[in-house]
């Protein structure tokens, strides 16, 4: 059995449809690499300014970056601290949960849905540690009524991340909807 080669019209418009098939598909994982490691490192930026803060209340003993909740005053500064972080992660994966959900899987070596939740949870732990200190604030209101309601607030602030990931998710959409 013979093989007989395509006419060179043939093959030469063979060869331009594979040519811009491989470029889109370039493209498409050039984006998708490039928005994968903004992620990474962004992450990464959300979890080093975390363990900044716990160092600033290591390294300065007088300085409570979380005011104390009234019945709270046998809490050590550190336990405060860590407990507004853990439940801002809290807030921070509960609002990672839909955005799972939501994005089909992709056929490839990126994974934007498992670094938008790590993102998502670690961002979610500064939120909280900044909305506590500024609703917790003297100029704000009087202090936290107890251990559950400092808890509640770093959660919904932990949470809140939400408004600056969406548009981070948004994208995420966008490179996705391309690949079809």
């Given at each position: ?21 491989f ?44 005011q104390?909740p ?6 050590s500064?550190?336990?405060?601290l860590?407990?507004v ?40 732990s500064?939120?909280a ?17 107890s ?15 939400q ?18």
């Amino acid at each position: 059995m013979t093989l007989v080669a395509p006419p060179a019209s043939d093959r030469t418009m063979l060869q331009s449809v594979l040519r811009r098939s491989f470029a889109q598909t370039d493209a498409f994982h050039h984006d998708s690499r490039a928005f994968r490691n903004r992620l990474v490192v962004t992450s990464l930026l959300a979890l080093s300014t975390a363990f900044a803060i716990i160092v600033v209340q290591w390294r300065l003993p007088r300085a409570d970056i979380i005011q104390r909740p009234t019945g709270g005053e046998d809490v050590s500064r550190w336990a405060l601290l860590i407990l507004v972080m853990a439940f801002g992660a809290v807030g921070g994966l509960i609002t990672s949960i839909p955005a799972l959900a939501a994005l089909p899987r992709v056929k490839g070596p990126f994974n934007f849905p498992l670094q938008q939740a790590f993102l998502k949870i670690a961002l979610g732990s500064v939120t909280a540690v900044v909305g506590v200190i500024v609703t917790g604030s003297a100029g704000v209101t009087t202090g936290y009524a107890s251990m559950q309601a400092l808890a509640g607030v770093a959660l919904v602030f932990g949470a809140a991340q939400q408004a600056v990931t969406q548009f981070l998710d948004r994208r995420a959409d966008q490179i996705l909807e391309g690949s079809r």
